[in-house]
């Protein structure tokens, strides 16, 4: 399985951007998509994820009501809609694939096999 990431780049608080993650190779329904992010000095934290059955999603607290995660199985790609950005929001954000067996551990990085390269967002205050 191969994840390219992009949609990165600089942007002002409160504003918006949207990153995709198209996905190529043996992709099964039960996979789950998930995006983290890894802030310089911090550990790799879940932002959120989904399964391509659309089953199941999960967001961290910190982006709640802030971030939405789609899919277009058509194309392979899962999207992570960022609006009402903060400094805070700042880091290198991956997607990655795996199949965590529930809710409750899909914010794990353990349970994702394959990432992608990262992109990197900037949010200026």
């Known amino acids: 399985v191969q994840l390219q990431a992009s949609g990165g780049g600089l942007v002002q608080a409160g504003g918006s951007l949207r990153l995709s993650c198209a996905a190529s190779?043996?992709?099964?329904?039960?996979?789950?998509m998930g995006w983290f992010r890894q802030a310089p000095g911090k550990e790799r934290e879940i932002v959120g994820a989904i399964r391509w059955t659309g089953d199941l999603t999960y967001y961290a607290d910190s982006v709640k009501g802030r971030f939405t995660i789609s899919r277009d199985n058509a194309r392979n790609t899962v999207y992570l809609q960022m609006n009402g950005l903060k400094p805070e929001d700042t880091a290198v954000y991956y997607c990655?694939?795996?199949?965590?067996?529930?809710?409750?551990?899909?914010?794990?990085?353990?349970?994702?096999?394959?990432w992608g390269q990262g992109t990197q967002v900037t949010v200026s205050s």
């Open positions: 990655a694939t795996g199949q965590p067996d529930d809710i409750w551990t899909m914010h794990l990085p353990s349970k994702y096999d394959y």
């Open positions: 190779g043996r992709i099964l329904s039960r996979d789950v």
